[in-house]
């Protein structure tokens, strides 16, 4: 996916200015930026639900401009909904897209395994840890079945622990799926533990400020987030941030 030069104004404040990014196939990807920075203003034109002032969005060479349903969207809050179960969150995706109710909690099964969620199917959300319920949404954003998944920062809400245990399993998930991911969040640890590239956003307007390519995800283990490197770059960015 490429984001070409957006622009985004909001009455007489410029929001975006010609923010370019790309994504390749199977990346973890993380926008890094501060509170207000346009972060949220850029995915929701990525997404198609704002219109862009300027600039594209393309997926595999076509232009995908303010259409929505071509990218998985997954916020900040898990917004499953209460009334359905677990298993019943998860069809729904499936039912939208035109599946019978029956036909698609057979469909969903065997992911309750692998995304760790085997014995809450026919629990109700609000019966789940806060962990558990970013794994039911984001299992739920994956059963869109597209193939770029942005998530607005998805484990901003959690505990340090449960945050970090969710950073392990995630990156051990996308070993088993194939899923193109863009990161929106403003935890430095967190992009430089899920990211394999970091965009660093910031200005007003909001423009690109700086990519780090990062070493390769099966170098950086647990371990690394105590490593000099990972200091350095963590040095790099909070200059990036304050500039
Ligand atoms: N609909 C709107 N109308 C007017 N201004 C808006 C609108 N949406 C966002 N803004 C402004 O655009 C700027 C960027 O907002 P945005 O929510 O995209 O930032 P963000 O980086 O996602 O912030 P956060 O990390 O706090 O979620 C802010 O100054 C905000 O007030």
Known sequence: MQVQQVSKAFATKQVLQAVSLDLNQGEIVALLGVSGSGKTTLFDIIAGLLPTDSGQIKLNDSDITGQTGQVSYMLQKDLLLPFRTIAGNMALPLQVQGMTKKAALAKVQPYFATFGLAGTENQYPSSLSGGMRQRAALLRTYLFGKQVALLDEPFSALDEITKREMHRWYLQMMTQIDLTTLLVTHDIDEALVLADRIYVFGGQPA??????????????????????????????????LAQ
């Open 207 to 240: 423009q690109i400020a700086a990519e780090l390519q990062l070493p390769p995800r099966a170098q950086r283990d647990a371990e690394f987030e105590l490593t000099s490197q990972f200091l350095t770059y963590k040095r790099q960015i909070l200059e990036l």
